[in-house]
């Protein structure tokens, strides 16, 4: 491709306004994983108990926003005063969980409607992450640990937020916590993130902004269609088991049981010839 027209089409996706299309495959999926969190009970559930459902799922389609609010010390509800794109989030819910023969549920799922949604939703999600660490670096210019995190929960809010949202649906699930086992998104969003600041605040990187934002949309786009079609749900495990054997540990602890198994096997030994 020519590259003036690659650098034009970076430009024209860094442009591309959120609301409504790419709110609603956010939303679409939001209530898509809710739903499959409730498991078999989902419908059960949600005619039983529509208001804990729709603010569970309210909670995870604003979770970045109300978790980076939080923590830079803003009003934590105000990503809610918008009030067209939580008419939209509603709406959306509603035909989710509520259409007749359940055909709104049915149609999210459809595969070829389920990828688009998810390649839309990475574009979101790519575009969060830049507006948090936008925000954070406005906030606290020099803070780059600051503009990481913040960057990351707006990449992935609702993983952190997943332990409240069970709760609001009545489940106490304390080892869901998004630190001890970081999904895919959580590892992505903090890629992502540390990718902008060098971008932002560094001269190491000499492309342009447009090129280095494009390039995340397709990193993250590539890896969930990956995930939908393929089955590769994190590419970071290889490099996360050859960090943790070389850094953490790892190789020592399995040295100690080699040779720890290897005096087990000499004591053995010996009392097998005293007892001779």
């Known amino acids: 491709m020519d590259p003036e027209a690659f650098l034009d089409i970076a ?18 999926l939001c209530a898509l994983s809710v739903r499959e969190d409730l498991g078999s009970g989902s419908q059960t559930f949600s005619r039983k108990h529509p208001l804990s459902c729709w603010l569970s799922y309210m909670l995870v ?5 109300m978790v ?9 509800l105000a990503p809610l005063k918008n009030t067209p794109q939580v008419l939209v989030a509603t709406a959306v819910w ?14 999210a799922k459809f595969l070829p409607v389920k990828i688009v949604f998810s390649a839309m939703k990475e574009i979101y999600r790519c575009k969060k992450i830049y507006d948090g660490v936008t925000h954070a670096a406005k906030l606290y210019p020099n803070a780059y640990l600051i503009m ?4 990351t929960l707006k990449g992935n809010g609702a993983g952190f937020t997943r332990l409240m949202e069970r709760l609001m649906r009545g489940v106490w699930t304390p080892t869901a916590m998004e630190f001890m086992q970081p999904t895919f998104y959580t590892k992505a969003s903090l890629v992502a993130s540390i990718i902008f600041i060098l971008d932002k605040k560094t001269e190491l990187i000499s492309a ?9 949309v ?41 040779f720890g198994k290897g005096q087990i096997k000499e004591g053995e030994v010996k009392d097998v010839k005293k007892t001779n």
Do not use: R
């Not at 996706?13 to 956010?26: G, Q, S």
């Not at 990481?148 to 960057?151: A, N």
């Open 11 to 28: 430009n024209q996706v860094v442009k591309l306004k959120m609301f409504p299309y790419f709110d609603i495959a956010h939303c679409t």
């Open 61 to 65: 389609v604003f979770a970045g926003g």
């Open 68 to 76: 980076a609010n939080g923590l830079l010390a803003e009003p934590i």
């Open 94 to 107: 509603y035909v989710i969980f509520y259409t007749p023969l359940d055909v709104g549920y049915k149609l």
């Open 148 to 151: 990481i995190i913040i960057g």
């Open 208 to 216: 342009p902004h447009a090129l280095v934002y494009f390039g995340i």
């Open 218 to 258: 397709i990193f993250l786009v590539y890896f969930k269609l990956s995930s939908i079609i393929l089955g590769i749900h994190d590419p970071f495990i290889p490099f996360e088991n050859l960090m943790c054997a070389l850094f953490f540990g790892g190789i020592w602890d399995s040295l100690a049981k080699i």
